[in-house]
Structure formats: C-alpha cells, structure tokens
C-alpha cells in the first residue's frame, strides 16, 4: 500500500496520496493550498494514476486545490453535500475578516470552482475508489 502524505501551504495542511499499489488507481485526500506540485510527485513518482479527490471537510485549507487537481487529472470530486457549496465559495464558511483576506492569498490564475463532475457522499455510505474501501462518517 502507498500513503504518501505532504504539508501543503502556509497551513501545512495534510495532503494524502493514498494507492493500494505502484502503479495503480489512487485515491488524493485534502488537497490544501499549492498542493497540485506535491500531488503530481507522488503521483508520477509511483506511477499511479488518480481516480478522484476526496474532501474530508470543507474548510479552505482542505479544499483549496480541489479545481485544480480534479480539472488536471479529469477526475470526480468527492464531498458531503453540506459542504459542496465551499468548493465554488470557501467564504461562506470564514469570518468577515478573513473572507476579505482572500483576495489577497489568491495567486494569479487561481480559482474557486466545483470540478466538471462532483459525487456527494453521505453518513455511513460505504465506497470503493481506487481499490480502497472507504466509510463516511459525517461529524
């Protein structure tokens, strides 16, 4: 099994590349903020070939490369639908003060977006992505 797992950005928000082999289907977990560098590493240093993005939560510093990395990689993202709404506005869950903040720590080229094709999961629902049994357990 491959579990690859890098800080991505001034959070040093976990970013996790999960496989159950070289040169397999994986699974990314949490792309933080300039994660997409880190991802294509793990990626083309195992040979592995992503199926989707999958968000654990919402909040900004877990889902700030989710556009870009699903848009690159042609792959579903994969989010509770409380929390699809943060893809395309992260703001709705930040405070005034750093919601007009953004602005400011978005690089040049950089947008918040729901991916071509977004899968909502729910509480309890079991799934299968890149070999991987996964359960949702929704706090």
């Given amino acids: 099994m491959i579990l690859e797992s890098f800080p991505a950005g001034p959070w040093q928000t976990n970013c996790y590349v999960v496989a159950p082999s070289r040169g397999s289907e994986c699974l990314i977990v949490d792309p933080g903020m300039h994660a997409s ?9 195992h040979g592995l070939r992503p199926i989707a993005v999958l968000v654990t939560h919402g909040l900004i510093d877990h889902m700030w490369s989710v556009f870009p990395v699903a848009s690159v990689y042609g792959i579903p993202a994969v989010i509770h639908p409380t929390d699809r709404p943060l893809l395309s506005n ?4 930040m405070s005034r003060e750093t919601a007009a903040a953004l602005p400011t720590m978005l690089g040049r080229g950089e947008v918040f977006a729901e991916p071509d094709e977004v899968r909502e999961v729910v509480d309890a629902m079991e799934i ?10 929704h706090a």
Avoid: K, W
């Fill in 37 to 45: 560098s880190g991802v294509r590493d793990a990626v083309d240093r």
């Fill in 90 to 93: 992260p703001a709705a869950a």
């Fill in 128 to 137: 299968s992505l890149a070999g991987l049994a996964v359960t949702v357990r």
